[in-house]
């Protein structure tokens, strides 16, 4: 798979990147699209999944062909996220936590020996991957309010403490986890860990009973003295604080990509509704007021898209450790925060549009609408998005 994501600067997709949006469109309407209802139901995760993503060549985007991966860019990437998104967002939201949060940053920031032994199962289907971040008191003060350390002993280090909201955390086999190795230095002294399901010491706390997306399995996971070889070290002692701030970066642009794919999603259902559903002797879609909505919608959207492909784009260019800071740091923040409030908003008329059908739950346009308002808070809330953008514009 060849690299193809920076024409898309030219305001449009080139042929080969419309022909992967299309062709993961198509098989994931066809694979994915039907098992949404149960995955909302039971909180239902398909092991099926990820060996189907498998044979289409959508794990390892980003990853040498030598190690099993496709050898794509990040754009292509995106575009896969973009076309999960439409139709089936809990997928598509585990595909990030596997693909990008732990994925791409393995393959980034690991050893050689790591890359090699943990990237191959990762690729092909076989191992579900997660990242350990975020915990009961530290959400947008990730990094300061961190309390899970890391003990050096031997040839060995001991994990302790507790990572919540941990998106695949049920399912995951490896899991890219940051904890403090010196408290003593902040923010300055976390350091990042490959841990496996099977390490003693790790347990999956609880599956939590989330609102929206519930297909995409989310859990609080537990280090109890966790024994994790000193190999598994990514990257420096005390330097994970760059393999975090760049993956956050990534982060919130391929985030941005849901948005896109459910908002278009909606508009789609939405149109559908408008031109089929009658009242006063009339389809809905003849009145003015359904159709500024619609109108809307579609701005909504567009501007969504325009904004989205120059900041995945931009992700083909930046060079490993170069984010948390400047202009992709201010332009990946800017591309969240405007994709997720207007795809609520435009979810949100989509379910004005449908009326009491809307507000029922089983219904496809009632699952978009509850699981959009995640896409405001995960990846950095709203009003952490607006910190960065004023503070990189003020300097």
């Not at 109890?224 to 993956?247: K, T």
């Not at 003015?288 to 567009?302: D, I, N, S, T, W």
């Not at 490993?320 to 992709?328: S, T």
Request: proline fraction near 3%; hydrophobic fraction near 45%.
């Amino acid at each position: 798979m060849q690299p193809v994501g920076t024409r898309a600067g030219q305001f449009g997709l080139a042929p080969d990147q419309q022909e992967i949006l299309d062709t993961v469109a198509g098989f994931a309407r066809q694979t994915f699209w039907p098992l949404q209802q149960r995955m909302d139901d039971e909180e239902w995760w398909p092991d099926t999944v990820m060996p189907a993503l498998a044979s289409m060549g959508l794990l390892g985007v980003t990853v040498s062909p030598s190690l099993g991966g496709a050898g794509g860019d990040f754009f292509t990437s995106a575009l896969i996220t973009q076309a999960l998104a439409r139709w089936n967002p809990a997928i598509a939201l585990s595909y990030i936590a596997h693909e990008n949060l732990c994925v791409n940053n393995i393959a980034l920031n690991a050893s050689e020996a790591l890359k090699a032994r943990y990237l191959p199962p990762l690729c092909d289907g076989r191992a579900i991957g997660a990242l350990g971040l975020t915990e009961p008191g530290a959400g947008s003060d990730a990094l300061g309010a961190m309390a899970t350390t890391a003990r050096r002993d031997g040839d060995r280090y001991v994990l302790n403490g507790r990572k919540l909201f941990i998106t695949n955390g049920p399912v995951a086999d490896v899991l890219l986890v940051y904890a403090k190795t010196d408290r003593s230095k902040g923010a300055k002294g976390i350091s990042a860990f490959i841990v496996e399901k099977g390490f003693k010491g790790f347990a999956v706390a609880q599956k939590l009973d989330k609102m929206g997306f519930r297909g995409s399995t989310t859990a609080e996971l537990l280090f109890d003295d966790c024994e994790v070889p000193a190999e598994n070290l990514v990257g420096v002692e005390n330097r994970g604080v760059a393999v975090v701030m760049s993956g956050l970066d990534l982060e919130r642009a391929i985030v941005a990509m849901i948005n896109l794919g459910m908002a278009e999603r909606a508009l789609d259902l939405a149109l559908d509704y408008a031109r089929t559903r009658e009242q006063f002797g009339r389809r809905i879609g003849d009145f003015q007021l359904v159709q500024g909505k619609l109108a809307e919608m579609y701005v909504g959207v567009e501007t969504m898209r325009a904004l989205c492909y120059r900041a995945c784009a931009a992700a083909n260019d930046i060079e490993p450790g170069q984010g948390g800071r400047g202009e992709f740091h201010k332009l990946t923040a800017a591309t969240i925060l405007h994709a997720a409030e207007t795809c609520t908003q435009v979810v949100s008329d989509a379910v004005q549009i449908f009326g009491g059908a809307g507000y029922m739950r089983e219904t496809e346009i009632n699952r978009l609408y509850r699981a959009s308002k995640l896409l405001e808070i995960g990846a950095g809330t709203t009003e952490i998005r607006k910190i960065i953008i004023a503070g990189e514009l003020l300097g």
